[in-house]
């Protein structure tokens, strides 16, 4: 099973609005990243925030941590058509492997 | 050159045979890990090499196997194929061992076995 999981699975947006994904997980974590993919092509780390932190900011990205609750979100603001992409979070347990949820699939629309 | 790059971009292979996929790390990471992709899934963990060594593998058959050489480029090796193997095989390098500080990954080899 996956350790994480995104939440929605689908995200349609019009140019200009915030876009938030959420992910859940299920055991302690050292760090969580996310990733955005393109039309099925690599994957580009976007933002890296580690267990001991609360939120960080990357530009137009947002990204707050609960250890408590297991979960993370991630904020897009002021969307753009380059932002349409499949957004994944991936879990670091401070071994040697990444876990991926199966994505969250995000549109904006011009 | 930075990034990582992975070759080829796409192959196609007939069940049952072999294929070789390669990776070259971004400058200066020691560190590459293989992951399998199925369309509508996020990243499956295959293995990890540091200093040419397996250091971590996931739930794959020993039918997958892996190289990392000494400039830290890497191959993937896939015996045996099977309709299931059709994904993007995606590398990533890290300059620390474990990704600590994240990973870039290169676009990937679609593999289609038929």
């Not at chain 1, 349609?12 to 994904?21: K, L, P, R």
């Not at chain 2, 070759?7 to 996929?21: A, E």
């Not at chain 2, 200093?51 to 971590?56: L, Y």
């Amino acid at each position: 099973s996956q350790q994480g999981e995104e939440d929605p699975q689908a995200l349609s947006i019009q140019e200009g609005e915030n876009a938030t994904m959420n992910c859940s997980y299920k055991t302690s974590i050292n760090n969580l990243q996310w990733y955005r993919q393109n039309s099925g092509r690599g994957l580009v780390h976007l933002i890296l925030i580690r267990s001991n932190e609360r939120e960080k900011h990357s530009g137009r990205l947002r990204v707050t941590l609960d250890t408590s609750k297991k979960s993370s979100s991630l904020l897009i603001t002021a969307s753009r058509a380059a932002d349409t992409a499949s957004y994944f979070c991936a879990t670091d347990l401070n071994d040697y492997k990444l876990s991926f949820g199966a994505g969250t699939t995000v549109t904006v629309r011009a | 050159e930075t990034g990582v790059t992975q070759s080829p971009t796409h192959l196609i292979k007939t069940r049952g045979q072999q294929v070789t996929l390669r990776c070259s790390s971004q400058s200066g990471h020691n560190t590459v890990s293989w992951y399998q992709q199925a369309l509508g899934q996020g990243p499956q963990f295959i293995f990890q090499y540091y200093r040419e060594e397996e250091n971590g593998r996931g739930n794959f058959p020993p039918r997958f196997s892996g190289l990392q050489f000494p400039n830290y480029s890497s191959e993937l090796n896939v015996n045996a194929l099977e309709l299931d193997d059709s994904a993007l095989y995606l590398c990533a390098s890290s300059l620390v061992q474990g990704g600590g500080a994240g990973y870039t990954f290169g676009s990937g080899t679609r593999l289609t076995v038929v």
